[in-house]
């Protein structure tokens, strides 16, 4: 994959099919896309297989498959994990992606919403009022476990801290990941995330850029007290919210870093837009700020 390349992140394209999306990269010119397992299922559930993605992904590459969730399970939840997991690296080998993306839990903000109210929830909690130091050994025993089942797939990982989960940011997860110590293991800065937990440029600007598998840029409004639920914080467009923007991909450009770039939208209007001109947008954006 060539230096500072833009992926092309599933968002941008919002409910288009697996052929639209890869049409609408090529046409605007990206390196490289980041399709997730849903939509690889819905195409492999219509007859095709991996041979018909890479015929029309022709020369542009998978940076990443998104996601595998809630990755601190225990228990018999542990069994489950790895079954999804191995199904996913499967899935994302057949069809050349370069990594795989791991998220932290309770994914659903609604089980955070209750436990801060004391209030039942019936669902998945996770890790949620466990001890800080029991929480991050569950996440350096599953990242372990999970990179060295990734080996075998010949795939990287990157970890993404939720905001509203006990791991929040790059701030918690990054000794974390350093804990784990394996090679295939990476993060990934996503601006929403880290903003709304506090992170600034200045942190980012101290990364170890041999840790960044890849930038996640977005926006985000401004925190207040409640969950920082992705349906009201992020439906935001490009440069409307209250994330520095250029700030912040100068800070990341100045470790080294030069590794893919991707935007990644929940803003309801820009879900509507006409995805190859909302396409070229962002291709030109990304362009400015990262290679400008």
């Known amino acids: 994959m060539r230096q500072n390349a833009l992926s092309l992140q599933s968002s941008v394209v919002g409910r288009a099919n697996l052929r639209t999306y890869i ?19 819905y195409f492999f559930q219509a007859g095709y297989k991996a041979a018909d993605i890479h015929e029309l992904l022709g020369n542009l590459e998978i940076s990443s498959v998104g ?16 079954r999804e997991a191995e199904k996913l690296f499967e899935t994302a080998s057949r069809v050349g992606s370069h990594a795989v993306e791991l998220i ?21 909690m996770g890790l949620l009022g466990y ?9 350096v025993k599953n990242l372990r476990t999970l990179a060295d ?6 795939l990287e990982l990157f970890f993404e801290p939720l905001c ?15 804990e784990a110590g394996r090679e295939n293991l990476k993060i ?5 995330h880290n903003y709304i937990a506090g992170l600034d440029a200045e942190f980012l600007s101290k990364i170890n850029k041999d840790l960044i598998l890849g930038v ?18 992020r439906d935001v467009a490009f440069y409307e919210g209250a994330v520095p923007i250029k700030e912040w991909v100068d800070a990341i450009k100045s470790t080294g870093f030069r590794g893919w770039w991707a935007y990644e939208t929940f803003s309801k209007r820009e879900a509507e837009e006409e995805i190859y001109t909302f396409t070229k947008f962002v291709y030109q954006e990304l362009e400015k700020l990262v290679r400008g």
């Open 23 to 41: 049409q609408a990269a090529k046409a605007a010119g990206f390196d490289c896309i980041e399709p997730t397992k849903i939509q690889l299922d």
């Open 67 to 82: 996601w595998l969730s809630d990755i601190e399970r225990r228990g018999g939840d542990e069994i489950s994990l790895l």
């Open 104 to 124: 932290n839990g309770p994914v659903d903000w609604h089980a955070v919403d209750c436990f801060r109210r004391g209030v039942p929830y019936k669902g998945y």
């Open 131 to 139: 001890p800080q130091k029991e929480q991050y050994q569950v996440m």
């Open 149 to 154: 089942l990734a080996v075998q797939f010949d």
């Open 164 to 178: 509203w989960t006990p791991i929040p940011s790059l701030k918690e997860a990054i000794p974390i990941v350093e």
């Open 188 to 192: 990934v800065v996503d601006f929403y």
């Open 216 to 233: 996640h840029i977005c926006n985000s409004g401004e925190p207040d007290e409640r969950v920082p639920c992705e349906e009201i914080f």
